[in-house]
């Protein structure tokens, strides 16, 4: 037998442990290997549009199914709106209409001012385009209609046959500040222009996008000007004021007032308002002397209920977007259509993709005057009904709705959610927003009653309730004269005329 070197033998051992330790299944369980992966977001919808940007301002670029996978490339600062691949291209789903799947901590977020949108009307409008003004000779629009002049704008008459357009989801509005500006088809200096816009305080504008010239680093926005077109004007030339379509909008009275963190609170940390200062009104304390505002930035605080008036003179403020969303006959021209399409009903009572509203996901579902299952009944609607969300309770399953029967509260599980949910306001003090009332009957005594033994002044008097207070109702004669009482006191009778009742009378058993 021949004898090997001992460098063979060495290298021989050495490979063995290295082979060891390469396979070693303890070596292999001491490194778990993580896996990344990919964010992509399911559609989970019917269908759902995929457009040129994040709003629903943009083009529709295509429209995917149900199921379609979607991976992630980046998304807004809102975290409503993500862009995703698809296969024509990159476009921009809102997140509410999908499910998301993958590890989202890496999307990077994608500045407005980062891409042009192209998506943004850039020639004239001509619905009522008078001569001369690029458009030709375009007809007239009667006033009695209400058509759409952009993707997500609807044309309205105000009073004086003024006329304005306006976004239902829209918060902000543009007012020109200086004496004249240029209306451009481009967020290009010396762009062709549509027109000259002049300064109009009583007048303003929707803003239908925003862009960013590079090369001179001036800032754009678009927006739509009636019988002219949507176009786009230089940012620093327009100030913003606030729309009454996200909200009745409060103006600052007093020469200054400090925002507190609740009635009578502490104002640490918040701002102090100047006379002029625009802010939504979200609430009102139950004493009725504080009021809740929301600020352009989405500050909350709150104010006496003196020191602020409800704006007037805007374009805005003379809508009625209850009117506006339920009964106005409209002539609609849809995104890609070659002409109108008029409809003589009421107007659809649809809702964009920001604007909160539910839809009932039972067959049957009970709207009630609190929120909670203890209050009573005021409405029964059927399931796929929608309906606008205007609050939301403290506990969060509780949506205050709005509808042909008023106002109520809604539960969150029996509805699907839709919109933008953080813009909707928490409501504390119900009973400032909606008159409730409890379904198990209750007696409110106002003053002193004289309660008896039996139902009727001939019985003998066990005492007297002084108010106010509650009480239970147990009990009532046939003819609704009489109302037995279950009090501190023991069970007694009173006139009925002498209380209020509050819950549902047809649950009180009749006696006797």
């Given at each position: 037998?021949?004898?090997?070197?001992?460098?063979?033998?060495?290298?021989?051992?050495?490979?063995?442990?290295?082979?060891?330790?390469?396979?070693?299944?303890?070596?292999?369980?001491?490194?778990?290997?993580?896996?990344?992966?990919?964010?992509?977001?399911?559609?989970?919808?019917?269908?759902?549009?995929?457009?040129?940007?994040?709003?629903?301002?943009?083009?529709?670029?295509?429209?995917?199914?149900?199921?379609?996978?979607?991976?992630?490339?980046?998304?807004?600062?809102?975290?409503?709106?993500?862009?995703?691949?698809?296969?024509?291209?990159?476009?921009?789903?809102?997140?509410?209409?999908?499910?998301?799947?993958?590890?989202?901590?890496?999307?990077?977020?994608?500045?407005?001012?980062?891409?042009?949108?192209?998506?943004?009307?850039?020639?004239?409008?001509?619905?009522?385009?008078?001569?001369?003004?690029?458009?030709?000779?375009?007809?007239?629009?009667?006033?009695?209609?209400?058509?759409?002049?952009?993707?997500?704008?609807?044309?309205?008459?105000?009073?004086?046959?003024?006329?304005?357009?306006?976004?239902?989801?829209?918060?902000?509005?543009?007012?020109?500040?200086?004496?004249?500006?240029?209306?451009?088809?481009?967020?290009?200096?010396?762009?062709?222009?549509?027109?000259?816009?002049?300064?109009?305080?009583?007048?303003?504008?929707?803003?239908?996008?925003?862009?960013?010239?590079?090369?001179?680093?001036?800032?754009?926005?678009?927006?739509?000007?009636?019988?002219?077109?949507?176009?786009?004007?230089?940012?620093?030339?327009?100030?913003?004021?606030?729309?009454?379509?996200?909200?009745?909008?409060?103006?600052?009275?007093?020469?200054?007032?400090?925002?507190?963190?609740?009635?009578?609170?502490?104002?640490?940390?918040?701002?102090?308002?100047?006379?002029?200062?625009?802010a939504f009104l979200r609430n009102i304390s139950r004493d009725g002397k504080f009021i809740q505002i929301e600020l352009g930035d989405g500050t909350l605080g709150w104010v006496p209920f003196d020191a602020v008036v409800t704006r007037t003179g805007t374009p805005t403020d003379e809508i009625d977007f209850e009117q506006?969303?339920?009964?106005?006959?409209?002539?609609?021209?849809?995104?890609?259509?070659?002409?109108?399409?008029?409809?003589?009903?009421?107007?659809?009572?649809?809702?964009?993709?920001?604007?909160?509203?539910?839809?009932?996901?039972?067959?049957?579902?009970?709207?009630?005057?609190?929120?909670?299952?203890?209050?009573?009944?005021?409405?029964?609607?059927?399931?796929?009904?929608?309906?606008?969300?205007?609050?939301?309770?403290?506990?969060?399953?509780?949506?205050?709705?709005?509808?042909?029967?008023?106002?109520?509260?809604?539960?969150?599980?029996?509805?699907?959610?839709?919109?933008?949910?953080?813009?909707?306001?928490?409501?504390?003090?119900?009973?400032?927003?909606?008159?409730?009332?409890?379904?198990?009957?209750?007696?409110?005594?106002?003053?002193?009653?004289?309660?008896?033994?039996?139902?009727?002044?001939?019985?003998?008097?066990?005492?007297?309730?002084?108010?106010?207070?509650?009480?239970?109702?147990?009990?009532?004669?046939?003819?609704?004269?009489?109302?037995?009482?279950?009090?501190?006191?023991?069970?007694?009778?009173?006139?009925?005329?002498?209380?209020?009742?509050?819950?549902?009378?047809?649950?009180?058993?009749?006696?006797?």
């Amino acid at each position: 037998m021949s004898k090997q070197p001992k460098g063979i033998s060495l290298f021989l051992l050495l490979a063995f442990c290295i082979g060891m330790m390469v396979f070693s299944p303890v070596a292999l369980a001491a490194e778990p290997q993580q896996q990344f992966v990919a964010p992509r977001l399911v559609v989970n919808s019917s269908f759902l549009n995929v457009r040129s940007g994040p709003g629903i301002q943009y083009s529709v670029l295509l429209t995917v199914v149900g199921g379609t996978e979607l991976p992630v490339l980046g998304r807004a600062s809102d975290n409503v709106w993500f862009q995703v691949s698809t296969v024509i291209g990159v476009g921009w789903v809102n997140v509410q209409y999908t499910v998301p799947r993958g590890n989202f901590e890496n999307v990077p977020v994608i500045q407005l001012s980062e891409f042009i949108a192209t998506s943004v009307q850039t020639t004239p409008i001509t619905l009522g385009l008078p001569l001369g003004q690029g458009g030709g000779a375009a007809p007239e629009v009667a006033a009695s209609t209400v058509p759409t002049t952009a993707s997500g704008t609807i044309r309205v008459t105000l009073s004086n046959n003024r006329v304005t357009t306006v976004s239902l989801n829209e918060r902000f509005r543009a007012v020109i500040n200086v004496e004249a500006v240029n209306l451009r088809t481009q967020p290009v200096d010396g762009s062709p222009t549509l027109g000259t816009v002049y300064r109009d305080d009583t007048n303003d504008y929707p803003i239908l996008g925003s862009s960013k010239d590079n090369k001179t680093g001036v800032e754009w926005i678009a927006i739509e000007v009636v019988d002219v077109g949507v176009g786009w004007i230089e940012a620093a030339k327009v100030f913003f004021r606030l729309s009454r379509a996200a909200g009745t909008v409060m103006q600052v009275a007093a020469t200054l007032i400090n925002l507190t963190d609740s009635p009578s609170g502490s104002g640490d940390n918040l701002p102090i308002l100047q006379s002029g200062a625009e802010a939504f009104l979200r609430n009102i304390s139950r004493d009725g002397k504080f009021i809740q505002i929301e600020l352009g930035d989405g500050t909350l605080g709150w104010v006496p209920f003196d020191a602020v008036v409800t704006r007037t003179g805007t374009p805005t403020d003379e809508i009625d977007f209850e009117q506006l969303a339920g009964s106005v006959p409209t002539t609609f021209i849809q995104p890609g259509a070659t002409s109108n399409t008029t409809t003589t009903g009421a107007f659809p009572a649809t809702f964009g993709l920001d604007t909160p509203h539910i839809v009932i996901n039972t067959g049957f579902l009970n709207i009630r005057s609190g929120p909670g299952a203890q209050y009573s009944i005021v409405a029964t609607l059927s399931g796929g009904t929608e309906l606008p969300v205007i609050g939301i309770a403290p506990d969060n399953v509780w949506y205050l709705v709005e509808g042909t029967f008023g106002r109520g509260w809604i539960n969150n599980e029996f509805v699907v959610f839709r919109g933008a949910i953080q813009t909707v306001p928490i409501i504390r003090d119900f009973t400032a927003v909606t008159t409730t009332t409890l379904s198990a009957p209750i007696a409110v005594v106002a003053g002193s009653v004289t309660l008896y033994a039996a139902p009727g002044t001939n019985f003998g008097a066990i005492g007297a309730l002084n108010g106010p207070i509650e009480v239970p109702i147990v009990a009532r004669t046939a003819d609704s004269l009489w109302l037995q009482l279950n009090t501190s006191i023991g069970f007694g009778w009173v006139v009925a005329n002498q209380v209020i009742v509050r819950g549902d009378g047809n649950l009180i058993p009749v006696v006797g």
